[in-house]
């Protein structure tokens, strides 16, 4: 099987990449991306070919490796709430345009798509667990800019959807719960605002900044370990009697479910067993801050999210085994140790 993926030098591509080389001897990738920088170490291995490519420019190249793949999936992507706010146009212009540029080519040329949604798209949806199948997707009004991502997401989800009934587009739409791991974010870069929380804290740490609580860090999430994402992953790439066929699947931990503000706590606590953190944890300071200071006016919170992963459970046969513990410990290991 040939695979393409767009976007495979992300946090997510990466492990995708090491996850497939490592148990597929009859997969080969094809894995696009601006930068190598995070699977520099797999270029030259059988069956992997990096190609530096911009999907926002190099259009014929995308058309060829599309052509020659069976499956591929379109990573590439801005998933930062502080561009959200910022420069919503270049989220509209990355996370759709040129996604939906993507999912054409798998119709003209009959391929099959498997695409990144995300648990944004559920938005402010008050729902105890939200459910791939009934559950609303609630976004804010337009001056709240930060719902360009879950719109453009959630549009590509209803044009995949629609473009299965269609053209019989052969597609699987995976939404990711904040996956965490090593290789998330480049943690040297001291700017808040500029990764997502696990990583925004441990950069803080590591820069001596106070950990900031947006609007009080009551806000939950639900944490999944990256080597969970990966191994569902997996199973929608295989496919067992075409059982991720047309299928969208929550992919998260909701038994790893935690506040910012308890967040914030675990990781200076364990900041504390680090050589290089430990100094700086007993200064920095954990702070609450509004969200209109963080992120700007525009910015919207959600206050709970936490997956139904049933169907992945019975469909994929597939569950998170990663708890927030080994989680942080795994992740801050490979970023201190
Ligand atoms: P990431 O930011 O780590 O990776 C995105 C990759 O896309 C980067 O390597 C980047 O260089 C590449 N890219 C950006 N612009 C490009 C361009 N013009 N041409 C070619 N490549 C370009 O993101 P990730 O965490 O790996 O996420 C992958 C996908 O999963 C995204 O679509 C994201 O929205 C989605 N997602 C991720 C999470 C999560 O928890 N990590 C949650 C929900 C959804």
């Given at each position: 099987m040939n695979i393409l993926i767009v976007g495979a030098g992300g946090f997510i591509g990466s492990h995708l990449c090491e996850a497939i080389l490592d148990r597929h001897s009859d997969w080969n990738i094809t894995a696009m991306d601006i930068s190598s920088a995070k699977i520099g170490h797999l270029i030259g291995q059988d069956r992997f070919n990096f190609v530096q490519s911009d999907i926002l420019k190099d259009f014929d190249l995308m058309e060829d490796s599309v052509k020659n793949c069976d499956v591929v999936f379109p990573l590439a992507a801005i998933a930062s709430p502080l561009v959200y706010?910022?420069?919503?146009?270049r989220i509209f212009e990355l996370d759709f345009e040129a996604n939906l540029r993507i999912v054409r080519l798998a119709i003209k040329y009959?391929?099959?798509?498997?695409f990144p949604s995300t648990s944004e798209v559920y938005g402010m949806?008050?729902?105890?667990?939200?459910?791939?199948?009934?559950?609303?997707?609630?976004?804010?009004p337009i001056c709240k800019q930060r719902w360009i991502y879950s719109c453009s997401k959630q549009m590509m989800d209803r044009v995949i959807y629609a473009a299965g009934n269609k053209y019989d587009l052969h597609y699987t739409l995976f939404r990711?719960?904040?996956?965490?791991?090593?290789?998330?974010?480049?943690?040297?870069n001291p700017n808040n605002g500029s990764s997502r929380v696990v990583t925004q804290f441990l950069s803080n740490i590591l820069h001596g900044k106070n950990l900031n609580l947006v609007d009080g860090g009551s806000q939950v999430r639900c944490f999944t370990y990256i080597s969970d994402g990966i191994d569902a992953l997996?199973?929608?790439?295989?496919?067992?009697?075409?059982?991720?066929?047309?299928?969208?699947f929550n992919i998260g931990n909701p038994y790893n479910e935690l506040?910012?503000?308890?967040?914030?706590y675990k990781i200076k606590g364990l900041a504390s067993e680090y050589e290089k953190l430990k100094e700086n944890a007993s200064k920095v300071e954990i702070v609450v801050t509004s969200s209109s200071d963080y992120y700007g006016k525009s910015y919207q919170d959600v206050n709970r999210r936490v997956p139904s992963i049933k169907r992945a459970e019975s469909i994929l046969g597939w569950k998170p085994v990663v708890?927030?513990?080994?989680?942080?410990?795994?992740?801050?290991?490979?970023?201190?140790?």
């Open positions: 706010v910022q420069d919503p146009l009959k391929k099959r798509v498997i949806c008050n729902d105890e667990e939200f459910d791939e199948e009934n559950s609303s997707c609630v976004t804010g990711p719960f904040n996956w965490i791991g090593p290789r998330l974010d480049d943690i040297t997996i199973k929608i790439v295989e496919n067992k009697n075409n059982c991720a066929d047309k299928q969208i506040s910012i503000k308890d967040l914030a708890n927030m513990d080994d989680l942080l410990t795994k992740t801050m290991d490979f970023y201190f140790k």
